[in-house]
Nanobody, 122 residues
Framework: QLVESGGGLVQAGGSLRLSCAAS????????MGWFRQTPGKEREFVAR????????GYADSVKGRFTISRDNAKNTVALQMNSLKPEDTAVYYC?????????????????WGQGTQVTVSS
C-alpha cells in the first residue's frame, strides 16, 4: 500500500513536501517514482529514484526545483517541491516498480497510491 500526504494549496513561489508511506511489500528494494495528472491529460512523469536512493531523475519541467529522496529504514519516499508554479497544479501520485532501476514511463510501475492534490495559486 502506498499513501501520499502533504498536498495542499500554496502560492506561486512557495514550497510543499510530499511524502509517500509504503507498507505491505518490500518497497525498500523497489524503484519509486512520482507522477502527476491534471484533468483531461495523461499522467506525466515527475521524478524517480532507484532502490538504493543513489540514482535519481527528473522531468525537465521540474529539474532544479524538485528533489526526490527516500528513507528505506522508514519505507518512505519524499518529493520536496520548491519555487512552485501554477502549472505544477495537479494530483500527485507515488508509484513503485518491482525492479531496482527506476524509469520514466508510468506503465513500468506496478503499484500506485491514491494521489494527493497540489494547487498552486498565482
Amino acid at each position: 500500500q502506498l499513501v501520499e500526504s502533504g498536498g495542499g494549496l500554496v502560492q506561486a513561489g512557495g514550497s510543499l513536501r510530499l511524502s509517500c508511506a509504503a507498507s505491505g511489500r518490500p518497497y525498500s528494494s523497489y524503484a519509486m517514482g512520482w507522477f502527476r495528472q491534471t484533468p483531461g491529460k495523461e499522467r506525466e512523469f515527475v521524478a524517480r529514484i532507484n532502490g538504493n536512493g543513489y540514482d535519481t531523475g527528473y522531468a525537465d519541467s521540474v529539474k532544479g526545483r524538485f528533489t526526490i529522496s527516500r528513507d528505506n529504514a522508514k519505507n518512505t519516499v519524499a518529493l520536496q517541491m520548491n519555487s512552485l508554479k501554477p502549472e505544477d497544479t495537479a494530483v500527485y501520485y507515488c508509484a513503485a516498480r518491482r525492479a531496482y532501476y527506476s524509469g520514466e514511463n508510468s506503465a513500468e510501475y506496478d503499484y500506485w497510491g491514491q494521489g494527493t492534490q497540489v494547487t498552486v495559486s498565482s
